[in-house]
């Protein structure tokens, strides 16, 4: 993410909360939705019982019922969204394009530019605020007022399909889904560099800069620092100088993208963050410079766009899945390439 404001937003804590209890010893038996709720706080026992649902609450390893009654020595992991920062939302007007929207969940196919969360510097224009106006009249089963609830985030200026949930039922369960590395999400991005081989994954920890705590890098398997990060990578298209790869994640690390292709020498094409706005790749004539910055004007942002993106629907199980369309911006940047490449494929064996 870039050094806007809204990467204080994307790199503060993650959307989930990790929560790992071991009952004492003179503990008496105990409802474990009572339990947990005199241990965790800024939740309810609603939520915990959506939790327990999901079975994103762990017993010594098996999922449990909010009613179990926990007793001495009981391993307890659990899983929930982070409660909402305390931001007023205010909603807005603003032109959504909606792919899908059930009584659960909303899918979206969110334009570069737009911030996904009020955060400091950016209270307006996000997609939470969007939603929130388009929300207005819709109730949850409960009778409570509609609210949007993240299960992911999108960077601002990364465009593409992205899922919003409607009530807290639905939010555990797609919450668990992005747990356990069941939503399938692939990713097209154009990189700097040709690659030698098809197709090929990253395995790097990925973390916070421990000199700039607004950018991510990679660590070391043996590092204290960082998660493990997966990424599955193939070329779609090569351009010579760039190519277009699609990208799977197997994990969903803040900006895993960028800083795992950085990590290789294929920064994304124009990222101001992790270097791929210089020209990495080509020629030193001046016409070769300036079609690359005609190139980074056509699309003035990192090449990465949220293609597709499945998982189940919450209520029904039903398998969804959905394929966002390259915006324009995207588009005329590799028009561009291939015309360069046709061009210079010509010169040398025409």
């Given at each position: 993410?870039?050094?806007?404001?809204?990467?204080?937003?994307?790199?503060?804590?993650?959307?989930?909360?990790?929560?790992?209890?071991?009952?004492?010893?003179?503990?008496?038996?105990?409802?474990?939705?009572?339990?947990?709720?005199?241990?965790?706080?800024?939740?309810?026992?609603?939520?915990?019982?959506?939790?327990?649902?999901?079975?994103?609450?762990?017993?010594?390893?098996?999922?449990?019922?909010s009613s179990y009654r926990v007793k001495p020595g009981d391993q307890i992991t659990i899983l929930m969204p982070n409660p909402p920062r305390d931001i007023e939302i205010i909603a807005e007007d603003i032109p959504l394009d909606v792919m899908y929207e059930d009584e659960d969940l909303i899918v979206i196919n969110k334009r570069a530019g737009m911030v996904v969360h009020p955060a400091f510097g950016n209270y307006t224009g996000t997609l939470v605020n969007a939603l929130t106006f388009h929300f207005q009249g819709q109730s949850t089963k409960t009778g409570e007022p509609v609210r949007p609830l993240l299960v992911h985030r999108i960077d601002k200026n990364?465009?593409?399909?992205?899922?919003?949930?409607?009530?807290?039922?639905?939010?555990?369960?797609?919450?668990?889904?992005?747990?356990?590395?069941?939503?399938?999400?692939?990713?097209?991005?154009?990189?700097?560099?040709?690659?030698?081989?098809?197709?090929?994954?990253?395995?790097?920890?990925?973390?916070?800069?421990?000199?700039?705590?607004?950018?991510?890098?990679?660590?070391?398997?043996?590092?204290?620092?960082?998660?493990?990060?997966?990424?599955?990578?193939?070329?779609?298209?090569?351009?010579?100088?760039?190519?277009?790869?699609?990208?799977?994640?197997?994990?969903?690390?803040?900006?895993?993208?960028?800083?795992?292709?950085?990590?290789?020498?294929?920064?994304?094409?124009?990222?101001?963050?992790?270097?791929?706005?210089?020209?990495?790749?080509?020629?030193?004539?001046?016409?070769?410079?300036?079609?690359?910055?005609?190139?980074?004007?056509?699309?003035?942002?990192?090449?990465?766009?949220?293609?597709?993106?499945?998982?189940?629907?919450?209520?029904?199980?039903?398998?969804?899945?959905?394929?966002?369309?390259?915006?324009?911006?995207?588009?005329?940047?590799?028009?561009?390439?291939?015309?360069?490449?046709?061009?210079?494929?010509?010169?040398?064996?025409?």
């Open positions: 993410m870039i050094m806007e404001e809204d990467n204080k937003d994307e790199l503060k804590d993650e959307l989930y909360e990790h929560h790992k209890f071991t009952v004492d010893n003179g503990q008496e038996l105990m409802r474990m939705d009572k339990y947990l709720l005199n241990l965790i706080q800024n939740t309810s026992r609603n939520k915990i019982q959506y939790a327990a649902k999901a079975d994103c609450i762990l017993v010594n390893g098996n999922p449990e019922k990364t465009s593409g399909v992205m899922v919003v949930t409607k009530n807290e039922e639905a939010q555990m369960k797609v919450a668990r889904e992005f747990f356990d590395h069941t939503i399938e999400r692939k990713y097209w991005a154009l990189v700097w560099g040709d690659f030698d081989k098809e197709e090929g994954s990253i395995i790097a920890k990925v973390g916070r800069n421990l000199k700039d705590r607004l950018i991510m890098t990679t660590f070391p398997d043996d590092s204290e620092y960082g998660k493990p990060a997966i990424t599955h990578w193939k070329v779609l298209e090569r351009f010579g100088y760039v190519t277009l790869i699609e990208c799977q994640l197997e994990t969903g690390r803040t900006h895993q993208i960028r800083i795992h292709m950085k990590s290789t020498g294929h920064p994304l094409f124009n990222d101001d963050v992790y270097g791929g706005d210089q020209i990495l790749k080509g020629t030193t004539f001046t016409k070769y410079k300036q079609f690359v910055k005609n190139c980074f004007d056509l699309i003035p942002r990192q090449a990465l766009h949220a293609k597709q993106l499945g998982l189940k629907n919450p209520t029904t199980g039903e398998a969804l899945f959905f394929d966002s369309e390259l915006p324009l911006d995207f588009q005329e940047a590799l028009k561009k390439w291939r015309q360069y490449s046709k061009r210079k494929g010509d010169a040398l064996f025409g």
